[in-house]
C-alpha cells in the first residue's frame, strides 16, 4: 500500500521569497517520488523525480526536493519565487511494482506568489 | 510535435445521454491512462492501457468504457452519465523506449464534463 500527504493545501507567498511545499509519503516497497505541476486550465506536467538516485533532485524552474527517507518526506522548494510559479503542484508516489498505474496522487497545493 | 491532445475541452451533458471522450499521442507511447480530478482531491486512474488491444481498471472504473484499437488512439466513452461524474478528465501517456522506464507521464489539456 502506498500513500502521500501534501500537508497544505494552500501557500502563499511573496515574489523573491523561498518556496516550501511539504509532502509526506507512505509506501511498502522503497518508492519512486515525482512533484507535478498544472498552471490554469493545463494538464500537468513534471517538475521532477526521485528514483533512488541522489537524493537531492534538481528539477525544471528552479525547483528541487530532497528525498529524507527518516522522515518519509519529499518536499519541494525554492529559494526565490516567481509570479509564473503561481500554480497547483502535486506530489506523487509509486510503489516500486513496475507499472505506472500504481501511482498516486496527493491532493495539490495551490501556490499563490504575491508582488 | 502536438504530444497528448484531447476533444472536447467543455461538454455538458443531461443524465442518462452518453458520449466518448477523445484522446491521441504522437510520441509512440505504448502506455496511456485516463484520470478524473475532481476539486480539493488527486487524480484518480479510471482506465489505463498499456498496449493496443490492452486495457485494464483502474481506481475508480465504474460508469466508464476504453478501447484501445491503435498505439496512438484512447477513447473513454461514458454510457449513461451521471451527475457523479461531473469532473475535470486528463488523458495520459508515458513510456521511454530508449530506456524502457514508463515514469514520465505526458498530459493533455484535459475536458471539463458537466452532468446535469
Known amino acids: 500500500a502506498q500513500s502521500v500527504t501534501q500537508l497544505d493545501s494552500h501557500v502563499s507567498v511573496s515574489e523573491g521569497t523561498p518556496v516550501l511545499l511539504r509532502c509526506n509519503y507512505s509506501?511498502?516497497?522503497?518508492?519512486?517520488l515525482f512533484w507535478y505541476v498544472q498552471h490554469p486550465n493545463k494538464g500537468l506536467q513534471l517538475l521532477l523525480k526521485?528514483?533512488?538516485?541522489?537524493?537531492l533532485v534538481k528539477g525544471i524552474n528552479g525547483f528541487e526536493a530532497e528525498f529524507k527517507k527518516s522522515e518519509t518526506s519529499f518536499h519541494l522548494t525554492k529559494p526565490s519565487a516567481h509570479m509564473s510559479d503561481a500554480a497547483e503542484y502535486f506530489c506523487?508516489?509509486?510503489?516500486?511494482?513496475?507499472?505506472?498505474?500504481?501511482?498516486?496522487f496527493g491532493t495539490g497545493t495551490r501556490l499563490q506568489v504575491t508582488l | 510535435n502536438a504530444g497528448v491532445t484531447q476533444t472536447p475541452k467543455f461538454r455538458i451533458l443531461k443524465i442518462g445521454q452518453s458520449m466518448t471522450l477523445q484522446c491521441t499521442q504522437d510520441?509512440?507511447?505504448?502506455?496511456m491512462y485516463w484520470y478524473r480530478q475532481d476539486p480539493g482531491m488527486g487524480l484518480k486512474l479510471i482506465y489505463y492501457s498499456v498496449g493496443a488491444g490492452i486495457t485494464d481498471k483502474g481506481e475508480v472504473p465504474n460508469g466508464y468504457n476504453v478501447s484501445r484499437s491503435t498505439t496512438e488512439d484512447f477513447p473513454l466513452r461514458l454510457e449513461l452519465a451521471a451527475p457523479s461524474q461531473t469532473s475535470v478528465y486528463f488523458c495520459?501517456?508515458?513510456?521511454?523506449?530508449?530506456?524502457?522506464?514508463?515514469?514520465?507521464?505526458?498530459f493533455g489539456s484535459g475536458t471539463q464534463l458537466s452532468v446535469l
Open positions: 509506501s511498502s516497497y522503497s518508492p519512486s
Open positions: 495520459a501517456s508515458s513510456f521511454d523506449r530508449a530506456t524502457g522506464r514508463n515514469e514520465k507521464l505526458f
Open positions: 506523487v508516489v509509486r510503489g516500486n511494482t513496475g507499472t505506472a498505474s500504481k501511482l498516486t
Open positions: 510520441m509512440n507511447h505504448n502506455y
Open positions: 526521485y528514483t533512488s538516485a541522489a537524493t
